[in-house]
DNA sequence: TAGATTGTTAATCGATTAACAATC
DNA sequence: TAGATTGTTAATCGATTAACAATC
């Protein structure tokens, strides 16, 4: 799993906001590559996003050197190596766990297929849940997660049951050995630090929003 | 629009990162009363969530004096100030834009109305999708947008529109006078400063994932 | 009173911005 | 060469943590 490219000689571990950044990055210079653009500049691709030039070069000279002085950065080069840098060169089987509303909505959601992130089973304990097919995939109970996601080498859960089951799931989660969950139970999951776990909250969002509508903040902030 | 009790006599900005641990403490708070806890301390409430003792002081401290020497916090009492501050002490008349699987999901997501964002009305501009009726409400064009804003006292739009349309679109919003957009569309949004915007970028946060699980970093991040 | 806990000041830490020699 | 732009160092800024007198 180590791999040499990926990070700097130090091996000193990314800023959580300097990896939010080079996402935007990484689909701005898509954007840029369509219209046909060879190269960009570190001003020119912090325009589009509101960012300062000397932000962006200290951002992607975190994992490496990939510009070139006197004219920027090779937009084809650079998406090859931050779609590396941020492990989306690859698939990644993933389980989607809990099936209200919101879950029934994100295993439709195109954004994440688009980026190699594959939901291949869906999984919900409530039994008039059982066996229902959402795009070509079956419903299974919660009890079959283990033996599902060997078989299917799941990497990856999207979690969207209720609060009060979200910690319970996780704990069946990290027992099948799946790395990674985006979270999005309003509440914060405990589980060992070899786990990553990201949270949405669109609660907080909202209310963030409310905050700032009412104390006259305007502007763009980027919460992921 | 302004309340002096809102921001302390400095009148600063709460920094983004405050507003957000802020939103994380009331839903902590709100548990701890259903358990019939009366007061709360600082290293109490922080526990929960992974947020030190002399942060959450701080960051409560930033809007006035909430808590009492040797005793800690009355929850019912910041509760109450923590709504207030949120500005979830009200309802907040809501659009939702665009009604793909997302939008559609986001209509029955409960999350939202219980903390106050009700959604009164539905928009898209695909005629297929026109008259149709979700959750009760019956989806209008676009081109309605200002005619129903004013008429239900539209504040605040959930825009799930895609990437393309997305400004377009975000035009149309501030033209009605609508002061907070949050955002689902994959692209940063050019409004005047007087219109808050928060963006929910899922991809950006399952790519965050990603990282974190080829880098070995475990750990909770919260984003929102 | 003694014990607990706040609000706040000072110290530390990390992230952003500015500046510029090196490079194409 | 002259103009453009990088990667990096130093300076600035802001946020977090630690410590503690004041308070209940």
Redesign the pocket.
């Known amino acids: 799993m180590a791999d040499p490219l990926r990070q700097?000689p130090g091996d000193k571990l990314a800023?959580?906001?300097?990896i939010g950044?080079v996402s935007l990055y990484l689909r701005q210079l898509e954007a840029s590559q369509r219209q046909g653009q060879p190269?960009?500049?570190?001003?020119?691709?912090g325009a589009a996003l509101g960012?300062?030039?000397?932000?962006?070069?200290?951002?992607?000279?975190?994992f490496?050197?990939?510009?070139?002085?006197?004219?920027?950065?090779r937009i084809e080069e650079l998406i090859a190596a931050l779609r590396r840098i941020l492990g989306i060169d690859r698939i990644w089987p993933t389980a989607m766990i809990g099936l209200g509303n919101l879950g029934r909505a994100l295993i439709k959601y195109r954004g994440f297929r688009s980026r190699g992130f594959h939901i291949v089973a869906l999984f919900d304990n409530d039994p008039k849940k059982m066996g229902q097919t959402h795009s070509g995939l079956t419903v299974r109970p919660l009890e079959d997660l283990a033996r599902t996601t060997s078989e299917l080498g799941i990497e990856l859960a999207i979690l969207s049951v209720p609060a009060e089951a979200a910690q319970r799931v996780a704990d069946q989660i990290v027992a099948c050995g799946i790395l990674g969950i985006l979270n999005f139970a309003p509440v914060p999951l405990n589980v060992p630090p070899t786990v990553g776990v990201m949270a949405v909250d669109l609660s907080v969002q909202l209310e963030h929003l409310a905050y700032k509508v009412l104390n006259g903040q305007g502007g763009i902030s980027h919460a992921g």
């Open positions: 700097p800023p959580k906001a300097v950044r190269t960009i500049s570190s001003s020119q691709l960012i300062g030039d000397a932000q962006v070069r200290k951002d992607l000279a975190f490496g050197q990939f510009g070139y002085p006197g004219i920027g950065y």
